[in-house]
């Protein structure tokens, strides 16, 4: 016993009064197993609380070693905590891991005590496989927020080469304060200024006065709708128009105005910019595609044509994104309901198949751009294949169902555990496919490939998607 622990200090009296029924009630109440053994180590009775399955198995290891029921790197811990209550009476606690006959480890602390002046001793376990729970949870936490730090910091590169690059001035206004709190080079260029020195002065500036009521009126229409038309201003160092355009943006439960201003002069001067603006969209890592409403290309990168296997941007170009982006029936209609609905999608995982049969996960944030008439599509799809994620939900839970069935095995006949493993496999593929779709049943049969009557069928035999509004 180390220096801070502590024993009771009425070793005689109350407790001299304990039979040996009442020993038993209090080891069984200070563990989750417990397990009597002889001075060879051998388990010679067992207590176990609560109905759990995994500790009703334990029966088996009565009358084997204690050490041949645990996993191989924790039987030196079994021999010491054996060596500590020869010696002391009373052994530190240990945790040791061990095999239950379905395969699976069962994860214990025991402290082990000697019975009375006699061999035997009794080994107290408390369970802790909802502790290693909560440790796998954190750490798969702890990998999810890592994975999100690094996820954001690509998308602010991103967010700052196109900042940087874009030949049209940009301003980022605080809607609550109106002062700047971000400009790029360009807006630095059309107020003669560094862009530095424009972060903080409040908006509007430099503009004409006959302006100043043109902005106000602009930006009433932005704080109601979320966009305005695109207005013209004139400022007081320019002979010339400026093009506005505003629109609102929220993050974080703060509001800001995207101010855009062209000038002629500037949207000349700026080919230079738009060039190498091209350039770097062209060169990214991450697949880059436009399109129109209805899915055609008009441009793709060259990390697009790597994913679909083409050779020249001419063989995409015409052809409908769906051809090489995701799942049959199911992706490409979610994704284009979406953007109609909210005019922006982010962090949809879909997959590319390439020409000649290669696949990829990939991950996409699509942009609906209004263009009068005729709108278009801009999508980003990043390989996500060799990401380190964990698995999904349904994957463990489908693993923990299958590993309660295997311990059936002896108990029910192998016909019926393959009757009922097939259809709780079936029944879950049919809920990762309504989930899929968005509960498109349609889409959800197209996925699964079966037709929609047999769908139906399958889904009132498992009672799925009773408390769901179906789409069809």
């Known amino acids: 016993m180390n220096g801070l622990a502590k024993t009771f200090d009425a070793r005689v009296g109350a407790l001299n009064a304990l039979d040996s029924q009442s020993v038993a009630a209090l080891v069984h109440a200070a563990s989750d197993v417990a397990l009597i053994l002889d001075q060879d180590g051998i388990i010679r009775d067992i207590a176990f609380s609560g109905a759990d399955t995994h500790l009703a198995e334990t029966r088996a290891w009565l009358g084997q070693g204690w050490v041949d029921t645990v996993t191989p790197e924790t039987q030196d811990k079994v021999r010491e905590l054996l060596r500590e209550v020869s010696t002391a009476g009373v052994s530190s606690r240990r945790h040791v891991n061990h095999i239950t006959p379905a395969g699976t480890e069962l994860p214990v602390a025991y402290t082990v005590v000697r019975l009375g002046a006699g061999q035997n001793a009794v080994a107290i376990g408390r369970d802790l496989r909802s502790a290693a729970l909560q440790q796998q949870r954190l750490v798969e936490a702890q990998q999810a927020m890592e994975r999100d730090y690094w996820r954001m910091r690509h998308i602010e590169t991103r967010y700052r080469l196109l900042f940087q690059l874009s030949s049209e001035a940009v301003l980022i206004v605080d809607v609550a304060t109106m002062k700047i709190i971000d400009a790029n080079p360009a807006a630095g260029l059309l107020f003669s200024l560094p862009a530095k020195r424009l972060v903080g002065r409040n908006f509007p500036l430099e503009l004409d006065p006959g302006s100043e009521q043109r902005v106000a009126e602009l930006l009433a229409t932005v704080r109601t709708s979320g966009r305005s038309e695109d207005g013209r201003l004139r400022l007081r160092s320019r002979d010339e128009d400026v093009r506005v355009g505003v629109s609102l943006v929220r993050q974080d439960g703060t509001s800001m105005f995207l101010i855009r201003l062209v000038t002629e002069g500037l949207e000349h001067a700026g080919g230079s910019h738009d060039s190498r603006l091209q350039d770097a969209m062209r060169e990214m890592p991450d697949a880059f595609v436009v399109s129109d ?180």
Do not use: C
């Open 293 to 472: 409403m209805d899915g055609k290309i008009f441009t793709a990168n060259r990390a697009f044509l790597d994913l679909a296997q083409l050779a020249t941007e001419e063989q995409a170009r015409g052809q409908l994104v769906s051809r090489w982006v995701g799942r049959p029936g199911a992706d490409w209609p979610v994704l284009l309901g979406t953007l109609r609905e909210h005019g922006v999608v982010r962090l949809f995982n879909s997959s590319v198949r390439g020409e000649y049969g290669s696949t990829a996960e990939v991950e996409a944030s699509a942009v609906m751009a209004p263009a009068g008439a005729h709108p278009s599509i801009g999508i980003v799809l990043r390989d996500v294949g060799r990401r380190l994620a964990s698995g999904p939900q349904g994957a463990r839970d489908l693993t923990i169902a299958v590993e309660q069935l295997t311990g059936l095995v002896g108990r029910v006949g192998l016909r019926d555990l393959v009757r009922d493993t097939v259809d709780l496999v079936e029944r879950h593929f049919i809920e990762a496919a309504l989930e899929l779709t968005g509960h498109n049943r349609t889409s959800a049969a197209e996925v699964l490939g079966v037709s929609r009557q047999s769908l139906y069928v399958k889904l009132r035999r498992y009672q799925l998607g009773a408390g769901v509004r179906p789409k069809e």
